[in-house]
């Protein structure tokens, strides 16, 4: 049976009216002009909020930072903890606060500690509770006045300008002026020999009634301690052959207690010989 042919009347489609061309360019044109706008708004919100969010982030890390100053630890002779503190923080170039629980910090402070010229070494670095931290530090001890004006350690290292000489043995003759900075070791082996000899002296509580004088005479250290002299010798593990180690020498001169105005020789090996003085 032949199939009806469908009256285009009957189509709902070509019943609708149809866009005008016009309309359908200013709903392009709306959507061009629109869309830039809502990205940039977007856009700005984001910025905004990730503002916020930073803000926010970096507020928290203040919670968690610490100022170099306020490490908790003894302080050298005649400086104030703070004092001692902003030399190290200055000498490392460090900032005025760290963060805490940055990964790096502690190597940071325990090298600025270790750098200042008063220390010997960093024994413990801890954060024991979060804001705080706490050294322990070994101070250089003061063992030999040289002149002019300066002072080393035991190990013949220079200590800073404002280091008291008081109550130290004076080196006597002339020395190398020193090319080392501060906490560096001072480049003359007549200023380590007399300030090792010193420090030896010094441990061991040899503390005669004045400090004295070290010196040399044809290359022998020479103690001159009021009117006693003490021919030493050789610079500490530098004896010669039939000469006493340093050890026994300082025993010998305990043990002789208060000397008196005589001329001391602890260098035989043989023991302590006692001569008037010339």
Request: glycine share 8%; proline share 9%; aromatic share 6%.
């Amino acid at each position: 049976m032949p199939r009806a042919r469908k009256d285009p009347a009957d189509d709902p489609a070509l019943d609708a009216p149809a866009i005008p061309v016009a309309t359908r360019s200013a709903r392009r044109w709306l959507v061009q002009l629109l869309l830039p706008l809502a990205l940039g708004a977007g856009l700005l919100g984001g910025v905004l909020w990730l503002g916020q969010y930073f803000t926010a982030r970096l507020r928290d890390a203040g919670e968690h930072t610490i100022a170099f100053t306020d490490i908790e630890c003894d302080s050298p002779p005649g400086m104030t903890r703070v004092e001692f503190l902003g030399e190290a923080q200055y000498l490392a170039n460090l900032p005025d606060r760290l963060n805490a629980l940055a990964p790096e910090t502690r190597q940071q402070m325990f090298d600025a500690l270790a750098l200042h010229p008063w220390v010997a070494r960093v024994r413990l670095l801890e954060f024991p509770s979060p804001g705080v931290v706490r050294a322990d530090l070994e101070f250089r001890r003061p063992a030999l006045s040289v002149p002019p004006n300066r002072v080393v350690d035991g190990e013949g290292v220079l200590l800073q300008a404002n280091a008291s000489a008081r109550g130290l043995p004076r080196l006597r003759g002339k020395v190398r002026a020193p090319v080392s900075r501060a906490g560096q070791l001072w480049d003359d082996p007549n200023v380590v020999a007399a300030t090792r000899v010193a420090a030896l002296l010094r441990d061991a509580g040899f503390h005669p009634e004045t400090p004295g004088e070290i010196g040399f005479v044809s290359g022998a250290i020479v103690l001159e301690l009021g009117k006693t002299r003490i021919l030493w010798g050789s610079a500490p593990g530098q004896e010669s052959p039939g000469e006493a180690r340093a050890a026994v020498k300082v025993q010998r001169l305990a043990a002789a207690g208060m000397l008196d105005a005589t001329q001391w020789d602890v260098r035989p090996e043989g023991g302590m010989s006692r001569a008037p003085r010339d």
